[in-house]
């Protein structure tokens, strides 16, 4: 028997809405609204990729990043930041939070807050096949 993958979505509840659908089909996945509760999922259990949305906790993303991987049991999990609604950011302002997470550390930045189920579904795919290992 094969073992999924298995990632922890930090996202608030009408993000974690839209990619709980996405997902389930790429991965198993463990859902957490705050910073506090993700190193406490990171902690107990097996993570193989962290997914985080812009929004996360009061738009804390990137100090959440910031936080693992500066932690030495968590610094090598990939991390793919993501847009998955739409908000008050221009494509512009996006392009730049891409920059950031990714001087910060995460491997990517994926914008799928405009894209219907399948082509969302596969950029979430291509931007987890380069940051995960194949099993």
């Known amino acids: 028997m094969q073992v999924r993958q298995r990632a922890l979505v930090a996202a608030?509840?009408?993000?974690?809405?839209?990619?709980?659908p996405l997902?389930?089909?790429?991965?198993?996945?463990?859902?957490?609204?705050?910073?506090?509760?993700?190193?406490?999922?990171?902690?107990?259990?097996?993570?193989?990729?962290?997914?985080?949305?812009?929004?996360?906790e009061d738009s804390r993303m990137i100090e959440f990043l910031q936080a693992v991987k500066r932690?030495?049991?968590?610094?090598?999990?990939?991390?793919?930041?993501?847009?998955?609604?739409?908000?008050?950011?221009s494509d512009s302002m996006?392009?730049?939070?891409?920059?950031?997470?990714l001087q910060a550390g995460a491997d990517a930045l994926v914008d799928i807050a405009k894209l219907d189920h399948d082509k969302a579904q596969s950029v979430l795919k291509s931007a987890m096949s380069a940051c995960l290992p194949r099993k």
């Open 23 to 56: 997902l389930d089909e790429l991965l198993d996945s463990v859902h957490v609204q705050t910073i506090n509760d993700a190193f406490k999922n990171l902690d107990r259990e097996r993570i193989d990729l962290i997914i985080c949305t812009l929004a996360f």
């Open 94 to 101: 996006v392009e730049h939070m891409r920059a950031a997470c």
């Open 12 to 20: 608030q509840a009408a993000a974690w809405a839209r990619l709980q």
């Open 71 to 89: 932690t030495a049991s968590t610094a090598s999990i990939p991390f793919v930041c993501c847009r998955a609604l739409p908000s008050v950011l």
